[in-house]
Every structure is written in C-alpha cells, then in structure tokens.
C-alpha cells in the first residue's frame, strides 16, 4: 500500500489532534474521519486527511476540570481517618484528595464480567495469584491511595496483600472510564501506575465500547494491544487470555 510509512495509530492522532482516544473511536465507528483498516479492525490514520475531513468541524474538548478537596497534602494516614460518605469514594493521587461519586450500573456490569474472565484466566495459569475489585485499596508511596476497578496481584508478589490493602504495585490494573474520570485514569492515574511500574494498566469505556492494553517498556507505557465494539482482544503477554469484547457490553 504506497503512503503506508504515513499511517499513525488512534493514539498518535488523538495527541496530534488534542482530542481523547475514545473521542478518535467514535470518529472512526460514525465514519466522519477517513481511516485504513490492516485487516481484523486495526484501524490507521493519515493526519493530513483527517483534518481534512473535519475543517469546519469542532473537535476541541473542552477539558473536565479537575479540583480537588483541598491545598492540604493528604497522606495514607490521613485517608485512613477520614469519615465514610454514602455514595463516594475518595482517592488520593501524589497527595490530592479527589472524591467521585459511586460508579453506575453499566460499569458494574462490566466490571464484574471483566473480573470473571481474569479470574478464570489465572485460576489455570496462576494459582496462587488473585483477582481483586473495587472497593479495595492499592498505596503506592504513601501519597497515593486508589481503588482499581479491578487489579491482578500475581502469586509471585503475594507480600504486597496485606490484611486491609495492597501495599505496592499489582501486575495488572484495570480502570473502567467514566465521563467524569476518564482524563483522570487516562492521564494523571497512568503517570501514577507509570511510576510505581504497575506492568500492565488496561482502560475500558464502556459507552464508546473499547478496551486499550498498556505494557510496561524501558519504564514507559505502550499500547500493546486494543479492541472495539465486537473485537476479540489476544494479549501478548498474557499466553492463551482472549477476550471477546462483545461480552462485556451485552
């Protein structure tokens, strides 16, 4: 295919655009940007005719503003005294308290079925190995208490579970988006799993139905495998995990 060295992922794009990922799969899935598919959905871009195609068009996002509670520098300690509030669940990152609303039922519902495919993955490749879910806490640094929607801690870094934590970073954390946190887990929670080398971070939005796998490489996250709609996503560093997309959203 000439003019195939011009072709860039979604993820190159939607930088070069100032746009979100998921905002480049709806693009592609309502056809209003030109795109080249490598066969079994890989879809690639050309810069020029992408913005070709949306001169005129608004494309800029306005950002979700992100204020947290407080100046003060919350640590662990601080979380730990901090009194429950029916409906929210609070997080620190890199010592700022940010507290969100309960997640809604769709994500549930997605959380759950995810769960249940990693739990029978690594039951057979893994067995001392766990699968856990929100509401669970992960500290990183003292300055970093999050909830995962859902992480896999292996059977080789069993220490970090303790009695009312996980203490260090899982092999795999999952974060299901949501509008009001989709920046958040795609910028600022990614530096944040980035720099306590959680190996594998996986993002999951079920409204534009596409699930992207990052991979830690030379200390830096790349995308190693994504999927939409009615994919099948194999990954490679997991041998033999196949996940049939179409499940989760049904």
């Not at 068009?57 to 005294?81: C, G, I």
């Not at 309960?102 to 490749?125: G, M, T």
């Not at 859902?150 to 009695?163: L, M, N, R, W």
């Not at 988006?177 to 799993?193: E, H, N, V």
Request: one cysteine or more; aromatic letters at 10%.
């Amino acid at each position: 295919m000439s003019g195939e060295k011009e072709l860039i992922t979604a993820q190159v794009l939607a930088k070069a655009l100032d746009l979100s990922a998921e905002t480049i799969w709806r693009y592609t899935r309502e056809n209003k940007i030109p795109y080249v598919e490598l066969g079994s959905k890989q879809y690639r871009y050309r810069l020029a005719d992408v913005i070709n195609a949306l001169t005129g068009s608004t494309v800029q996002e306005k950002a979700a503003e992100y204020k947290p509670e407080s100046p003060k520098r919350f640590t662990y300690q601080d979380y730990l005294e901090m009194p429950e509030e029916a409906g929210y669940r609070f997080e620190i990152l890199e010592g700022l308290l940010v507290k969100e609303p309960a997640p809604n039922v769709k994500h549930q519902r997605v959380s759950r079925r995810l769960q249940r495919i990693l739990e029978d993955y690594f039951w057979n490749v893994d067995t001392e190995g766990e699968v856990f879910d929100a509401p669970l806490d992960v500290t990183f640094f003292d300055i970093n208490v999050v909830q995962p929607d859902v992480f896999y801690v292996s059977g080789e870094q069993k220490e970090i579970v303790k009695d009312a934590r996980v203490d260090g970073p899982p092999t795999l954390v999952v974060e299901i988006l949501s509008p009001s946190t989709s920046r958040r887990d795609r910028l600022q929670k990614m530096r944040i799993y980035q720099g306590a080398k959680v190996k594998h971070y996986w993002l999951v939005n079920p409204d534009e139905k596409t699930l992207e796998c990052f991979s830690l490489q030379n200390d830096l996250y790349a995308l190693v495998a994504a999927g939409m709609d009615d994919d099948v996503v194999e990954h490679p560093g997991f041998a033999g995990l196949s996940i049939a997309l179409e499940t989760l959203w049904k």
